[in-house]
């Protein structure tokens, strides 16, 4: 099992340019979620999904949109970036019980010019 | 007050040493509890859950106090290749079982 994949791992774009980080996880899982994490602050969750066709806005969704369409698949778009999206995207995802831990991909590094 | 609170450390020990983290959480109605790891530049990984009997994995104890609202990391016997920081994160609560909340995560030095 590969987990949770993210790509790309790394991406520079320039103010207003737009584009999607996909993940794909092979674990059935329900939950999946998108993060940001930026130095001296806590990982911060952008949306998240608990299931196929739903999404949700997380504490920081400004900016995003995301799109589960199928069950193993969630999308984050950035339709027009500004620098203050520079950051590294994580991923991740967890069975439906309320105790299940997080399963990360490996990231994508995003800088915005 | 932030949610989730960690000492950002770093913490330099010595090789075989042994170091305790501690992690203070705001919402009592939490529910889950975890601490995970990130080395620099990767994804966080689950070093494990903690439950409210307290757990041990190996070299690494983990305990919750929840009438002080903390939880505890206790690392036995340091490994160079224990140098990282470490993730305290809490689950549930009047949020939603959806919200997961990380610290800041407190660094961890093992010196040769």
């Known amino acids: 099992n590969a987990g949770v994949t993210q790509t790309p791992k790394f991406r520079v774009l320039k103010t207003g340019q737009s584009m999607t980080l996909l993940c794909a996880q092979d674990?059935?899982?329900?939950?999946m979620y998108w993060y940001r994490q930026d130095p001296g602050m806590g990982l911060r969750l952008i949306h998240y999904?608990?299931?196929?066709?739903?999404?949700a806005k997380g504490e920081v969704p400004d900016g995003y949109n995301v799109s589960r369409l199928k069950k193993q698949n969630f999308l984050l778009g950035l339709e027009s970036a500004a620098p203050s999206q520079t950051s590294v995207y994580f991923c991740?995802?967890?069975?439906?019980?309320?105790?299940?831990?997080?399963?990360f991909g490996n990231g994508t590094r995003l800088t915005v010019t | 007050r932030k949610e989730v609170e960690q000492d950002p450390g770093p913490f330099n020990v010595p090789e075989g040493a042994t170091v305790a983290f501690n992690c203070t959480y705001s919402?009592?109605?939490?529910?889950?509890f975890f601490w995970y790891r990130q080395d620099c530049r990767k994804e966080p990984k689950l070093l494990m859950s903690v439950y409210s009997s307290g757990n041990e994995d190996g070299r690494f104890t983990a305990q919750l106090n929840r009438a002080s609202q903390y939880i505890s990391l206790l690392i036995r016997d340091s490994k160079l290749s224990d140098s990282a920081t470490y993730l305290c994160?809490?689950?549930?609560?009047?949020?939603?079982?959806?919200?997961?909340?990380f610290g800041t995560g407190t660094r961890l030095k093992v010196l040769a």
């Open positions: 994160v809490v689950n549930g609560g009047t949020s939603g079982t959806y919200k997961y909340i």
């Open positions: 999904s608990v299931g196929e066709g739903t999404t």
């Open positions: 991740a995802s967890r069975r439906g019980q309320s105790n299940s831990p997080l399963h």
């Open positions: 674990m059935n899982h329900e939950y």
């Open positions: 919402n009592s109605a939490s529910q889950s």
